[in-house]
C-alpha cells in the first residue's frame, strides 16, 4: 500500500509562488511510474496540471504557461510542484497521483488559495 502526502498549500497574494510536495510512504520506491499534480478548482472538475515520469520527460496543462514546474526526488520518493506567479483563478485543492507498475495512488490534497 502507498499512501501519499501532499504538503506545502496556503494562502497567498497575486503574483506570489508556492512550492507543493508530495511524499509517497513506500518501502519500494515509485521510481517507475509517474508522478502527477492533478487540481480541482471551485466549480471545475479535477484537471491536470502537470506530469513526470522521469527528469526529461515532463507535461504541462496549457494554463500552466511556463509558471509551474514540477520535479520528483526518486531517492525519496518525493514530487514537487514549484508555482510560480499565481494567480486567483489558480485556487483549488492540488492533488498527487502516482500511477503504474506499482500501482494508482491518490493523495488526499492540499488546498490553495490565491488572494487578489
Known amino acids: 500500500q502507498v499512501q501519499l502526502v501532499e504538503s506545502g498549500g496556503g494562502y497567498v497574494q497575486v503574483g506570489e509562488s508556492l512550492t507543493l510536495s508530495c511524499a509517497a510512504s513506500s518501502t519500494v520506491r515509485l521510481s517507475i511510474n509517474a508522478m502527477e499534480w492533478y487540481r480541482q478548482t471551485p466549480g471545475k472538475e479535477r484537471e491536470l496540471v502537470a506530469s513526470i515520469v522521469h527528469p526529461g520527460n515532463t507535461e504541462y496543462a496549457g494554463f500552466v504557461k511556463g509558471r509551474f514546474t514540477i520535479s520528483r526526488d526518486n531517492a525519496k520518493n518525493t514530487v514537487f510542484l514549484q508555482m510560480n506567479s499565481l494567480n486567483a483563478e489558480d485556487t483549488g485543492v492540488y492533488y498527487c497521483?502516482?500511477?503504474?507498475?506499482?500501482?494508482?495512488?491518490w493523495g488526499q490534497g492540499t488546498q490553495v488559495t490565491v488572494s487578489s
Open positions: 497521483h502516482t500511477f503504474g507498475p506499482l500501482g494508482d495512488y
